[in-house]
């Protein structure tokens, strides 16, 4: 039986980890808010590759499709696997005008949808055989444990959150499932940041330009086949840890 995977945030670089888990032959389940340019690609790469597909329309914000979506997946494939947690807003919040709902609108969908979903999906990966029994792999940030950058302060509380629910679920979870997170540095440019702003970035990286897409999707596959990691927070950033955020 081909093992399933449970996937938010399919966007960008979500659809490259997507794409390659096809081609490995992976089972897919994809949660998606708004409908993305890629959806038809990976209906067709599922079909080439001889994988099932599952869309599921959901706002993560929204707790009570946190339970449902598990669910739907583990009846679509009767198992689950791994969970890959992208989705996660970006959003700027300057710290004078910050309000409550900016708080929430970045904490429940990526860090509290993440806790939920993984104990949801804890509970199915118990089912399956072998030692390990599934895999869990949020995408946090670099800057968490470093330098947060300025008028970023709601979206750097979910990602710290997220973080901390990595570290407790690792030790919950054990010994039957692996808990880690993928820390990314600048890998593609957010919509709402500006050329020069993008460049200043990659010049005040160690290694001086973006992280390497096909770094991640390595690292993603490393992950859900390895049986001694867990509980750990890897930096993928072209060593912009070392340089710090300059703001
Ligand atoms: N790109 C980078 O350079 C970079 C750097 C550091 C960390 N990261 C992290 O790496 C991951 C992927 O990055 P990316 O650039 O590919 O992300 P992205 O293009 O900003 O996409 C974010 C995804 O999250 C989904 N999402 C946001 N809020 C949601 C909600 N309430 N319910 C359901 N889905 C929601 C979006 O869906 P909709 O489009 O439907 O809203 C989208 O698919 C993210 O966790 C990001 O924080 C990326």
Not at 96 to 107: F, T
Not at 204 to 232: C, H, Y
Request: charged residues 25%.
């Amino acid at each position: 039986m081909k093992r399933a995977v449970l996937l938010t945030g399919a966007k960008r670089i979500g659809y490259e980890i997507a794409k390659s888990l096809l081609q490995e032959g992976y089972n897919l389940s994809i949660v998606y808010r708004k409908p993305f340019k890629g959806m038809s690609d990976l209906k067709l790469f599922a079909l080439k590759s001889g994988s099932k597909i599952l869309f599921l329309k959901a706002d993560l914000e929204n707790p009570s499709y946190w339970e449902s979506i598990v669910e739907k997946t583990f009846r679509k494939f009767n198992r689950i696997d791994a969970f890959l947690h992208l989705a996660s807003p970006y959003r700027e919040t300057p710290i004078k005008s910050l309000k409550l709902s900016d708080l929430k609108e970045h904490i429940t969908p990526t860090a509290e949808s993440f806790f939920f979903l993984s104990l949801y999906s804890f509970k199915k990966m118990l089912l399956n055989k072998g030692y390990v029994k599934g895999r869990i792999i949020a995408f946090g940030d670099w800057a968490v444990d470093h330098t947060p950058y300025r008028n970023f302060s709601a979206y750097f509380l979910s990602k710290g959150s997220l973080h901390s629910a990595v570290k407790i679920l690792a030790k919950e979870f054990a010994p039957e499932v692996l808990v880690n997170c993928i820390a990314l540095g600048p890998t593609l440019k957010a919509e709402n940041l500006s050329e020069e702003e993008w460049n200043r970035i990659l010049l005040n990286t160690p290694l001086r330009r973006e992280v390497a897409i096909r770094d991640i999707v390595s690292l993603t596959l490393f992950l859900l086949k390895a049986e001694s990691i867990t509980g750990e927070i890897i930096k993928l950033d072209g060593g912009r840890h070392l340089s710090g955020s300059g703001t």
